[in-house]
Nanobody, 129 residues
Framework: QVQLVESGGGLVQPGGALRLSCATSGFTFTNYAMSWVRQAPGKGHEWVSGLTAGGVRTAYADSVKGRFTISRDNAKNTLYLQMNSLKSEDTAVYYC??????????????????????WGQGTQVTVSS
């Protein structure tokens, strides 16, 4: 049974930080490139960040570049997102997503859930004073 379980969300003040985790099981984590995708209230999905199956290459949306850092621990089958200097516009449900990787340099950059092989249930991040 495939599972992607996000955690680490919560309420934080503007300028604060959070670290999201996505614990996975039921599939070969090292064969999958991973992404974080978010959905703000009343809006569509937005791709946030992604990295290769080996974790060597990363990519970020312009809206989070310089503030967020994506990483993975393949020994623990876990994906992370370190979020610093949070802004109110970062308020959203954050999902982790997995897409099978056919190459070492592949990073999924789509926001569409149907483009991924696996998708988590999401964790709420609220940035407010």
């Amino acid at each position: 049974q495939v599972q992607l379980v996000e955690s680490g969300g919560g309420l934080v003040q503007p300028g604060g930080a959070l670290r999201l985790s996505c614990a996975t099981s039921g599939f070969t984590f090292t064969n999958y490139a991973m992404s974080w995708v978010r959905q703000a209230p009343g809006k569509g999905h937005e791709w946030v960040s992604g990295l290769t199956a080996g974790g060597v290459r990363t990519a970020y949306a312009d809206s989070v570049k310089g503030r967020f850092t994506i990483s993975r621990d393949n020994a623990k089958n876990t994906l992370y997102l370190q979020m610093n200097s949070l802004k109110s516009e970062d308020t959203a449900v954050y999902y982790c997503a997995a897409k099978v990787s056919g190459s070492w340099y592949f990073i999924p950059t789509t926001h569409e859930p149907q483009s991924y092989d696996y998708w988590g249930q999401g964790t709420q991040v609220t940035v407010s004073s």
